[in-house]
DNA sequence: CGATACCTTGACAGGAGTCAACTGGCGTGG
DNA sequence: CCACGCCAGTTGACTCCTGTCAAGGTATCG
């Protein structure tokens, strides 16, 4: 018996992590602003923001900062891999998102932090305080509105994320998954650099380790993607998955 | 056989919707700004936006506009229930938002919305072409930050629901969600109006109506809500509720 | 080369979904 | 005014997708 898939329509996937991507730096890594309200004049004010700070690095499943720590920073990943995730008390984690290099996070917060950030994989990560960003604002209005672009695109990804939670099943919540990072990790043979563990991509997209794998299984066995090692994945069949997503 | 609860911790709940309330206006309305990086300086810039716009009345069931609209202004709900909605092309809904008096829409979207803005039931809403919203953003730079400071609460909100969706059982699901509600729509009596159906509020928490009217039946027989006349809620044990909550 | 962590696979269980019937309120129209 | 139809909500019976528990495989690393 051959795995059976749903049919459905080929749509664009959805495309952006929680990580806020300044837009106009590191050309071809970020993702692009939406061309909204604030998108239409944001320049390359980040470039300032980038030479902002002290860059460090971190190692693998060491923390940035933990839920409930004061907010005094943001911080951007250079490179590496970052993961932000809540947990409730009872050590249930939901990971809300996956930053990569030229993502920011910690714009968004209140005096504390509402979740902990961690290296996925060895990364460098710059430490700007919020006074300097503050202060960057005062001088450059114009930040204000790039900053307001960055976080447009992440809450419009964490909508996008609320569909996936709330209403796909397995099978296309991981395709989903494959195809937004097809956007954006793709390495120079075009196979998807996929550094996390099955248990933070189940923790990603509201799953169990057990699921997540059966279903990589699954794809596996259909043709549509192949395992490879380091894992990196190699979409085969990029229709089939686009009709797997579901993707509206 | 009685309901069982489970043990939790008691902990305060997530308070907002996906709507960005603003800061320093319809106080007592609106949700306090989170006195972060953006929210020191929110002073009521919003008393212009107020002023701008023609307020307009929604039918129940009217939308606002439609996913995929082009974004041309923002929305200001002045009385009333909307709720912002994402569809599968197969027909599936996810509510990212339900949004009450002094709540905002539209700020963060692209060209075009990635959602549909309905009336859940007649509402007052106050239209904004964006054109106004940069025009004042020029003249009055802070408001620029009194919008991130909005965008910022809306996208911690938007990242508790994703805990909630992909992590929580029914049970806490819709102990949340009327905890949440419990700070945002009390009446005077302190009883929670909820005018949404229950499949709105299935929608919501990423159940189906029947789930989500057993587990009112629950709560119900084991005498920790009371359900009124006229889609009421009354929350008889917050502590009990609280525990079922699981909130972190 | 052994220890450990991660991944995969299998068997089984259970929570939520599906399908369906029944109830009650409400508006409409005979 | 009351009957009817309609819709939302509730409840029951059953299914099934995903979670749970467990075992075995494989890669990594000291």
């Known amino acids: 018996m051959g795995v059976q898939f749903h049919n459905g329509n080929v749509k ?14 590191r050309p071809g890594l970020g993702m692009e ?16 923001l980038d030479a902002m700070g002290e860059a460090r690095l971190f190692d693998r499943d060491q923390s940035l900062f933990a839920e409930g720590d004061a907010a005094n920073a943001v911080y ?6 970052v993961r932000l ?18 993502d920011m996070m910690g714009l968004a917060a209140g005096e504390r932090f509402a979740y902990t950030a961690e290296a996925v994989v060895p990364s460098t990560v710059r430490r700007i ?9 005062d001088e450059r209005p114009a930040l204000a ?4 672009a960055a976080m447009t695109a992440e809450l419009m990804a ?21 195809l937004a990072n097809d956007e954006r990790a793709q390495d120079a043979s075009g196979r998807i650099d996929l550094p996390m563990s099955r248990t933070d991509i189940a923790d990603y997209l509201g799953l169990t380790t057990e699921t997540v794998s059966r279903e990589f299984t699954k794809l596996k066995t259909a043709r549509v993607i192949r395992l ?7 979409l085969v069949d990029r229709d089939t998955l686009s009709e797997l997503a579901e993707c509206a």
Do not use: N, W
């Open 33 to 48: 602003a939406p061309l909204g309200i604030f998108g239409d004049r944001a320049g390359d004010d980040t470039a300032v």
């Open 228 to 234: 490879m090692e380091g894992g990196k994945v190699e």
């Open 145 to 148: 509105r790039t900053l307001l």
């Open 129 to 137: 305080p919020r006074a300097r960003v503050t202060a960057l604002m």
């Open 158 to 178: 964490a909508q996008e994320q609320m569909l996936l939670l709330g209403r796909k099943t397995a099978r296309e919540k991981l395709a989903t998954f494959l």
């Open 76 to 81: 951007r990943v250079m490179d590496g891999l």
């Open 12 to 25: 664009p996937s959805l495309h952006a992590f929680m990580g806020t991507t300044l837009p106009g730096s």
């Open 85 to 102: 995730y809540k947990l409730l008390p009872d050590g249930r984690r939901q990971i809300i998102g996956f930053l990569r290099g030229g």
